[in-house]
């Protein structure tokens, strides 16, 4: 999906990724990042989000809830990272990175509100009332104020499978009634849903859904109660691109992940202020009935995987069309459309989300300088090896 512009924009990292593996530096298997591009799109959106008033948390989930990456942004000055589930809370906590936001897509475990709320997170994004008492029962006992985001949900609005959740805009009013009277330690901080932006092929651009819609209705339901929404955060597809429109449509809070890596179906149209900057190595196991065979571990299945570059460096490596595992399969191995030599190394860049996989990942820095570092390996959960 990515291999084109990743070769025009970022020839270097492509590069770099045969050599590495060439050399057994780096195993199958494994996503290598180029940590100076990925900062360099960090602060080209951080700036970005500041002219138009914008605040952004960022998003590691599809980089493996990488610390080393998470305190680089940090030092940027991003103001904490949005955690996708617990477990992501988890290494951001253990870790000592600041939590922006957390539970949008994932609600907090009961066992364990109480240790989030005592780390103090910006706001928690909640879809029950179970899940709101929980947490002022939490809040309580710590003596502090938790803020809170409502997840709210129209008719026509997009959910993914396995997402399913929110509150339904015509129950906004009484909850909020139940909320000021019988949850004196949780205090509503704004709206979200999710995604309220999407690339669209057609108009090829990133374009507002429904459910940006949905957004703006309940912040104003809830401002007619007296609940000053200081957050609408309207997250998916967070770039440059979409930070510039985000304040005319009415949010004010971005959450950005294939952003910071130039991976959003945008980068792979059309040349943006980011710049891709991972990539995925393999290596060719062997061949079947006319078909190469590389190692896999490291398929998402929306992937949009199309070809790969098989070879020993960038010079005389061949493009190879990818046939990627059933939704079904593991992954043990991607196909290819020809039989390809033995051991030669293979490189692709697709749409990915490492914190699903088995793969691990490679972090280099100094390549913008010619002098590339590996700062470290650690596996798909944020755990250095």
Do not use: W
Not at 90 to 104: D, L, R, W, Y
Request: glycine share 8%.
């Amino acid at each position: 999906m990515f291999l084109e512009q990743t070769v025009k924009r970022n020839s270097e990292l492509v590069r770099l990724a045969f050599i590495l593996h060439q050399k057994g530096v780096i195993a199958p298997d494994s996503y290598l990042i180029d940590v100076d591009t990925f900062l360099q799109n960090a602060a080209e959106m951080l700036a970005c989000s500041k002219r138009n008033d914008v605040k952004l948390y960022f998003m590691l989930k599809q980089l493996g809830r990488n610390p080393f990456l998470a305190r680089e942004l940090m030092r940027l000055g991003y103001s904490g990272a949005v955690a996708v589930d617990y477990k992501e809370a988890a290494v951001m906590m253990e870790h000592g990175i600041p939590i922006g936001n957390v539970g949008h897509l994932v609600q907090i475990p009961t066992a364990q509100v109480r240790q989030i709320v005592s780390c103090r997170p910006e706001v928690i994004t909640v879809y029950s009332e179970e899940k709101i008492r929980q947490i002022d029962q939490a809040a309580s006992e710590l003596g502090v104020i938790q803020e809170i985001l409502l997840r709210v949900y129209g008719e026509g609005d997009m959910i993914y499978s396995g997402q399913t959740a929110g509150f339904k805009l015509n129950t906004l009013k009484e909850l909020v009634s139940r909320i000021v009277s019988t949850s004196p330690h949780v205090r509503i901080a704004g709206v979200t849903s999710f995604p309220c932006y999407l690339y669209d092929e057609e108009l090829d651009d990133i374009i507002p859904t429904a459910n940006l819609q949905t957004v703006k209705k309940a912040a104003a339901i809830l401002e007619a109660q007296g609940i000053i929404c200081r957050i609408i955060n309207t997250p998916s597809a967070t770039c440059c691109r979409t930070i510039e429109r985000m304040k005319q449509d009415g949010g004010n809070c971005g959450e950005p992940g294939h952003g910071l890596s130039g991976t959003t179906p945008i980068h792979a149209a059309h040349e943006q202020p980011e710049k891709p900057c991972v990539v995925y190595i393999s290596e060719i196991s062997h061949n079947f009935e006319g078909h190469g065979y590389c190692f896999g571990g490291g398929h998402y299945r929306r992937s949009h995987i199309k070809n790969a570059l098989v070879g020993e460096n960038l010079l005389s490596a061949r493009h190879v069309e990818v046939i990627p595992p059933s939704d079904d399969s593991i992954d043990y191995h991607f196909g290819l459309s020809k039989e390809c030599p033995v051991g030669q190394t293979v490189v692709m860049a697709f749409r990915y989300q490492i914190f699903v996989t088995r793969s691990d990942v490679v972090l280099v820095t100094g390549l913008r300088k010619g002098a590339p570092r590996i700062e470290g390996i650690y596996d798909s959960g944020g755990r250095e090896k």
